[in-house]
C-alpha cells in the first residue's frame, strides 16, 4: 500500500505506524458531537490554529454535517460558512480539508487554498473528481450506500467487506477516469455510514482486504456510533474508546486519523512512539516541578 498523498504543492508520506492527525472544524450548527458550536469566523480560525498547534497535521472544514435528522444545506450557505474560514487558514499556511459532497462548495473551497476535498457520498458527483484532477488537491473516497443526508442500511448479503472493496474500487477507477493521479486518492471505509455498529466493526476487521487496493487509508473513528454502541458512552464521553480505536487503526496502517480531540490524539501517538522504540525520548526541563506532581493550593487566609 502506498502512503504518498499529494495535497497540491505539497506531498506527505507518514511513517507506518504513525498516521497523520486530521482535526475537525465544524463550520455548521448540527455536528452530532460539537458541546460547543463556533459561532464566529474568529472563533473557528483560532479553533483551527489551536488545533494545529495540538498537532494537527490537516484540517477538515466543514459546513454541513452527516447526520439525518437535518435537511441538506445549501451550497450558496454552505460556501458562505467554509470559504472565508478555508482563506484564513490557508492565508496561515495550514493543509485545509474540505468536508463536503457538493461540487460548487469544492470549487469555491478549492479557488480558496483548500488542498483537499473529503467527499462523504462516495464520489457521487463526478464533478468533484474533475476538480481535484484540474487543482491537484487529494481527494477522499468514502464508502457508504446511502445518499447524503439519508439514513440507509444496506443489505451487503453477508459480506460488507466485499461491498467496500468492490465500491471503493470501482469509485476509484471512476476517478482515474476524470484525471485524479493515484497519489491524490484516499480511501475512507466510512465507518458508520450506511453501517450499523456490527458492520462497522466488520469493516475494521477486514481492513488489510481494503489495504490491498493499493491507497492510503482514512480512518474517521472519532466519537463514532460504534464506539459508543461497545462502550455504552455518549459522544462527548467517548474520548478513551476513540483513543483505542486510533491505537488499532495506527496498527492496521491508517495514513490518517480523523479527530476531535487532537492533543489527546497526538500526545497517545507521541508516547506510543517513544515507548514503541519508533521515536527516541525528547528533551524535557527536569527542573520543572509541574511534570512531576501538582502542587498543593496555598490555604485560603
Given at each position: ?25 465544524n463550520a455548521g450548527p448540527d455536528s452530532f ?269
Open positions: 500500500m502506498s502512503r504518498t498523498i499529494r495535497l497540491r504543492e505539497r506531498t506527505l508520506e507518514p511513517p507506518p505506524g504513525r498516521p497523520l492527525v486530521m482535526g475537525i472544524v458531537s460539537d458541546a460547543v458550536r463556533l459561532r464566529t469566523l474568529d472563533a473557528q480560525v483560532a479553533h483551527a490554529l489551536g488545533l494545529v498547534a495540538d498537532g494537527a497535521d490537516i484540517v477538515d472544514v466543514g459546513g454541513e454535517s452527516g447526520v439525518t435528522y437535518t435537511p441538506p444545506t445549501t451550497p450558496e450557505v454552505e460556501i458562505e460558512r467554509v470559504v472565508p474560514l478555508v482563506e484564513r487558514l490557508a492565508g496561515e499556511g495550514v493543509a485545509v480539508s474540505v468536508d463536503t459532497w457538493k461540487a460548487p462548495v469544492a470549487e469555491a473551497a478549492l479557488i480558496a487554498g483548500a488542498a483537499m476535498i473529503n467527499d462523504t457520498s462516495g464520489l457521487a458527483d463526478l464533478r468533484l473528481a474533475e476538480l481535484c484532477a484540474a487543482s491537484g488537491a487529494a481527494l477522499v473516497v468514502m464508502h457508504t450506500r446511502a445518499a447524503p443526508k439519508q439514513e440507509r442500511f444496506a443489505d451487503y448479503a453477508g459480506d460488507v467487506v466485499a461491498d467496500v472493496v468492490a465500491f471503493l474500487a470501482e469509485r476509484c477507477a471512476a476517478a482515474r477516469t476524470a484525471g485524479v493521479a493515484d497519489e491524490q486518492l484516499v480511501l475512507d471505509p466510512g465507518p458508520d455510514f450506511s453501517k450499523t455498529p456490527a458492520e462497522t466493526v466488520a469493516v475494521l476487521h477486514g481492513i488489510d482486504r481494503i489495504a490491498a487496493l493499493g491507497r492510503p487509508l482514512l480512518l474517521a473513528v472519532s466519537r463514532k456510533y460504534f464506539v459508543g454502541a461497545i462502550t455504552g458512552r455518549p459522544p462527548a464521553e467517548r474520548l478513551a474508546g476513540t483513543l483505542a480505536a486510533v491505537g488499532w487503526a495506527a496498527d492496521a496502517g491508517a495514513a490518517i486519523v480523523r479527530v476531535h480531540d487532537v492533543a489527546a490524539v497526538a500526545d497517545f501517538l507521541r508516547v506510543r512512539a517513544v515507548l514503541s522504540g519508533e521515536d527516541d525520548m525528547p528533551s524535557f526541563d527536569g527542573d520543572d516541578d509541574a511534570l512531576k506532581w501538582i502542587r498543593a493550593r496555598p490555604p485560603r487566609g
